[in-house]
């Protein structure tokens, strides 16, 4: 499959190497902590950090995306999607139970030994689903790469699901003074990703 304006090589970052596929869980692991980071700062009604770390979509379908299109071939896309997910989500819900934990809120824990051992089935459930489903549809996003009529609407639909989750962000801030954090990420994720376009938009 050809690229529009740059060639195959160009447009690649991610290939089936194992290497590869360690710096993709890499990643997975750094946006969950960075994701994460956002449970533990001092919340406010207006930034509402916490709505960014569990309710957002914006920010891990953005970086998803890019790794998928910047992925070598299909099967690889999808591996690499479900590997950044996975890790994406089984470090946010972790640190999502250590900050109930800690917190003092409701908890049947009494140990931290005792919180792992009872909640780690759960982790991994909750992060394994959500990355079967992105290694599925990973799969036909691949295809935005390509020159055809589907992958130019497939490279459009990351777009408008941000910008329709941003006008409800934007909605919130304005109507009830809150989930500001969010909405600014998003803005700034919907700057990146025309940037993508630009790249893979056919001519």
Known sequence: MEAAH?????????????????????LGIAAG??????????????????????????????TTAIIVLFSEKRYVAAI?????????????TAFQSLKMFYSSEFTPFETLGELIMGSVGGWLWYSVVPA????????????????TVAGRLLLFVP????????????????????????????????IAYCKIIKVFRPR
Request: glycine share 4%; net charge neutral; hydrophobic share 55%.
């Open 6 to 26: 740059l060639s195959n090589q160009d447009t690649i970052c991610f290939y089936g190497r194992t290497r590869n596929y360690i710096l993709t869980a890499i």
């Open 80 to 92: 690499n999607a479900g590997l950044y997910v996975f890790f994406l989500f089984l470090i946010t």
């Open 159 to 190: 777009l408008v699901f941000l910008v329709v989750e941003t006008i409800w962000l934007l909605i919130s801030v304005f109507e009830y003074h809150t989930r500001l954090f969010s909405a600014i990420t998003n803005l700034v994720c919907i």
């Open 33 to 62: 902590l960075l994701t994460s980071l956002f449970l533990w700062l001092p919340d406010s009604t207006l930034w509402d950090f916490s709505y960014f770390s569990s309710d957002t979509y914006g920010f891990w379908m953005v």
């Open 132 to 147: 079967a489903v992105c290694a599925v549809f990973a799969a036909a996003f691949w295809s935005a790469r390509g020159k």
